[in-house]
């Protein structure tokens, strides 16, 4: 399942829409890190940063803001592919790299495969990007090949501002994309409990000829019918029907 947006408020007021993104997808990451510890499973998910094409500006702004979270080129847990430039690539697809993010561009590099991808955060500039679906195809394989039967490691995150390549992803993947959000009930309404009824008796099947039947045995029982239709219209008219 591809999870749209977690946790993200239903207006987001922020100063700096990178950095919000940013933030999320690290916050994720520490969670599935947890998720696998606990399992004793030593896999650290990656987040997969997508900018757009000649976009030095908006790079350097990434760079900068995951260097005051610890993530630099220098210690090994920032990793960047482009076309003209390659760092801390080697061995980035090994279950428990050193690396927690890669910067890549729009045009990503064919045959490119880390099944510990877990994270995509795509952002833009100034303009919406077309959707690629190998874009998302990146961060759906599963580390180990296998689900773990836990909603949080069975699922891959996309945080994302795009609504362009939002629209495409939904189209691209339907059901198995799902949009996340977190919706808080007014105080007033939290004591409010409703009790759900259900006849067990009744049965999903239906014979129409019993049913008539049951309906002719009632009307002469009640109303005197018979088998003369012109006096049974008079007296179900006068028993109101």
Not at 24 to 37: P, S
Not at 140 to 160: F, G
Not at 183 to 197: A, H, Q, R, S, V
Request: aromatic residues 8%; contains cysteine; charged residues 25%.
């Amino acid at each position: 399942m591809l999870v749209i947006n977690q946790d993200f408020p239903q207006t987001i007021e922020t100063e700096n829409q990178t950095e919000f993104l940013l933030e999320k997808a690290i916050t994720k990451q520490h969670e599935l890190r947890f998720e696998f510890l606990a399992r004793n499973v030593d896999i650290n998910p990656l987040i997969v940063i997508q900018l757009p094409n000649k976009s030095e500006t908006l790079q350097d702004g990434v760079e900068r803001y995951l260097e005051t979270k610890g993530l630099t080129y220098e210690n090994g847990q920032l990793a960047i592919w482009l076309s003209d430039r390659h760092e801390n690539l080697e061995g980035i697809d090994t279950s428990n790299a050193k690396s927690l993010a890669v910067i890549i561009k729009q045009a990503v590099a064919t045959g490119w495969d880390c099944p510990r991808a877990y994270i995509l955060v795509k952002l833009r500039d100034n303009m919406d990007e077309t959707f690629e679906i190998q874009t998302i195809g990146r961060i759906r394989r599963m580390p180990e090949a296998k689900h773990y039967e836990n909603d949080i490691l069975d699922s891959c995150y996309l945080y994302t501002l795009d609504e362009k390549f939002t629209a495409g992803v939904k189209m691209a993947l339907d059901k198995v994309a799902l949009n996340a959000c977190t919706l808080f009930l007014k105080n007033e309404y939290k004591n409010i409990t409703l009790t759900g009824e259900q006849r067990t008796m009744i049965t999903s099947t239906r014979n129409p000829q019993k049913a008539l039947q049951t309906i002719a045995s009632y009307a002469e029982k009640e109303y005197g019918t018979g088998t003369n239709k012109a006096e049974n219209r008079t007296r179900l008219q006068t028993a109101g029907y």
